[in-house]
């Protein structure tokens, strides 16, 4: 039987049929990162991965995906930003609202599964 402090968790991420990982939680966190902060290197400490794993994994999805995931502007008067693309945003809500979808899915079918007969 299971007990009442077990709860149900998924991972969820998107891949390319051909292989190779698009989003998952951990790129999900880093565009929010960028999203919210305007930078990566702000991004990346908000995801909780450094800055160079950030680029790493910028540059992963953009060759994944075939174009850009992030805009960025050097420095100058006013400083650099950087901002994720239309693309990037529309994954990344995509990504969000489809694991919002199958948590909420996941709840009701471990509700259903554990109700006693």
Not at 67 to 79: E, F, L, N, W, Y
Not at 80 to 107: I, M, N, P
Not at 108 to 117: D, E, G, H, L, R
């Amino acid at each position: 039987m299971i007990g009442p402090n077990v709860v149900p968790r998924f991972q969820l991420s998107l891949e390319l049929r051909a292989g190779g990982s698009i989003i998952g939680a951990r790129e999900a966190a880093l565009l929010q990162g960028i999203e919210r902060t305007k930078s990566i290197k702000e991004g990346a400490k908000l995801a909780g991965v450094s800055y160079r794993t950030a680029w790493a994994t910028v540059r992963t999805m953009q060759r994944a995906l075939g174009r850009p995931v992030v805009q960025s502007r050097t420095g100058g008067p006013g400083g650099g930003a950087s901002v994720l693309t239309e693309d990037a945003r529309d994954l990344l809500r995509f990504y969000q609202d489809l694991h919002r979808q199958l948590d909420e899915r996941l709840d009701q079918a471990f509700s259903q599964a554990t109700v006693k007969p």
